[in-house]
């Protein structure tokens, strides 16, 4: 048995300034059928897009972010399937056109600190690779970073910190070079200060 119910096109709504007097010109009448259907019920989930306004700078950031996360991702599982086939110069190409995308990449820093995080790391342990193709465990470690940051776009520099040091551990060095050497003044000044 199916129940009634009143929906409001929030877009219409918004227009006429949702006044009294208009807001019977945009409510629509609907029935709601309880689903159990798997299927049925996929059909009918809401998409991210749909949630946020096109017309917002916000929205187009979010959008440009998620397009990108998802070229780059889609070029590490290339690069995956081209080594596993031992091309090893098409798998290299795909990893220098996901770096090519990181700068842009790095322009939505703003929507989270975790975001900007693991794409300068990212960015850096590409860097350092001074032109040595990846493995496949790298290769795989880029793509699960870029993954999981396009599934979670809002992820904060604590939860960043995971990927990157996935990254660490793969053999990349995911720190500017400029980094090691500072780290090592910091140390040689740590150790003379504790001879004296």
């Known amino acids: 048995m199916a ?8 877009k219409d709504w918004r227009t006429t300034g949702g006044s009294s007097d208009s807001r019977e010109n945009v409510r629509l009448k609907a029935d709601i059928v309880n689903t159990r259907d798997a299927s049925e019920r996929a059909q009918r989930e809401t998409k991210f897009e749909d949630l946020y ?21 889609q070029r590490a599982q290339k690069a995956l399937e081209l080594l596993s086939s031992s091309d090893e110069v098409g798998a290299d190409q795909q990893i ?11 322009c939505c820093r703003d929507l989270s600190d975790g975001l900007a995080t693991f794409v300068l790391a990212l960015h850096y342990a590409l860097y350092n690779q001074h032109g040595a193709p990846l493995n496949a465990d790298q290769i795989f470690e ?8 396009r599934d979670n776009l809002f992820i904060d520099f604590k939860e960043s910190l995971d990927l990157v040091d996935g990254l660490a551990d793969r053999g990349l060095t995911p720190e500017a070079p ?5 780290s090592d003044v ?5 150790a003379e200060q504790g001879a004296d």
């Open 142 to 149: 880029v793509r699960r970073g870029l993954k999981h940051l």
């Open 53 to 73: 306004s096109a017309d917002t700078k916000s929205h187009a950031l979010i959008s440009r972010a998620r397009e990108l996360l998802h070229s780059a991702e």
């Open 186 to 190: 910091i140390t040689n000044q740590s």
């Open 178 to 182: 400029e980094t090691t050497v500072l």
């Open 96 to 106: 220098m056109l996901l770096q090519g995308d990181l700068p842009e990449l790095f």
């Open 3 to 10: 129940e009634t119910a009143t929906i409001v096109n929030l």
